[in-house]
DNA sequence: CGCTTTTGACCCGCGC
DNA sequence: GCGCGGGTCAAAAGCG
């Protein structure tokens, strides 16, 4: 069916374009004031914080940003949070053809394991068992290779909150689906994906909220190394490489999953997005700034926050 | 034919 | 130690 031609996109162009700012005190807890919700995401080892914590707190030392819509427009009154108490802010606030949006927040790259024991040897010797094998696909080491006791690693996610019809968001890179499970307490079920790329090792997770149905809430986990299939970067990646780039100064590994947008307010939402499908017929536009590399929040954060 | 999705089985971590 | 729930694997089916 057209299901590509209805998918959204998630885009940190569209979310700065269409008005998107941080900071202000637009109405915002429709997602995260919802204990519910909360609740789902701290399962992820997420901190949220209602708009009652953010009162309590932000005269104190304001422990997260605020990225809302308040220009009047359909979208105001949406609203999410970004917590940087981990090193580095959200990607971005994907943004949908329904005039929602999202939330965002983050986990600790130290956290990202249950048990985060040596993460440094970890992170680079799961590649290279599994690189014994036909596909290097796998961050993890795979549950038949990885050695007993070796605990699974995590990569630092990311999770938005979005209002939409559609599971599975367009943000401009190819997916597979490598699983479904039902999940505890939501009529739901939640869906796993994998980045295509082969050298790419990052995940995303989809589900819906049980309390309200037209929420997906989508988890990125990781971060992409390559860019998009088909969108073109806009100037915004400046920002994003130039905050990527800071923001991993005590973090040597990026991890933001890139996410983007065409320029022009988030239009293209009809592009195709299975892989059988030719790439975009447009050709990436090739950045004016060779981008250090990926991290989206920069297409979402104001250099005037950043410069926090 | 190649790639994606589906889906049941399996593995692992965690709480009791 | 056991059971539960989350996450991943991989064979089979589906699709363009």
């Known amino acids: 069916m057209g299901d590509d031609e209805t998918k959204p996109r998630l885009g940190t162009d569209f979310a700065c374009s269409s008005g998107w700012t941080l900071g202000s005190e637009a109405d915002s807890d429709y997602f995260f004031g919802n204990d519910r919700e909360s609740s789902i995401l701290s399962e992820f080892g997420w901190n949220l914080r209602s708009d009652t914590d953010r009162n309590r707190e932000k005269d104190s030392f304001s422990p997260f940003h ?156 990781g971060q992409h190394c390559h860019h998009t299939v088909g969108f073109p970067r806009s100037s915004a990646m400046a920002h994003e490489a130039a905050l990527a780039s800071r923001l991993n100064d005590s973090a040597p590994q990026l991890y933001y999953p890139r996410v983007q947008l065409p320029l022009g307010g988030g239009i293209d939402v009809t592009q195709p997005h299975r892989g059988t499908q030719p790439q975009m017929p447009r050709e990436p536009t090739p950045h004016p700034q060779p981008s250090t590399d990926e991290g989206l929040l920069g297409d979402i954060v104001p250099a005037g926050m950043r410069s926090r």
């Open 66 to 221: 605020q990225i809302g819509l308040d220009d009047g427009s359909d979208l105001a009154g949406t609203s999410a949070f970004l917590l940087p108490q981990t090193p580095p802010p959200p990607p971005l606030a994907p943004s949908n053809l329904n005039p929602t949006v999202s939330a965002g927040l983050v986990d600790k790259p130290g956290d990202a394991s249950p048990s985060n024991p040596s993460v440094s040897s970890s992170s680079s010797d799961e590649p290279q068992e599994k690189s014994t094998t036909s596909d290097a696909k796998q961050p993890e080491i795979p549950s038949k290779n990885r050695k007993k006791g070796q605990k699974r690693t995590r990569q630092p996610r990311f999770a938005f909150m979005t209002k939409s019809e559609i599971d599975h968001l367009e943000d401009g890179y190819r997916w597979r689906k490598y699983g479904q499970k039902a999940v505890k307490n939501s009529p739901f079920p939640r869906s796993y994906y994998r980045c295509t790329n082969s050298k790419c090792t990052v995940k995303k997770r989809v589900e819906r909220s049980s309390e309200d149905p037209t929420i997906v809430i989508t988890t990125y986990e």
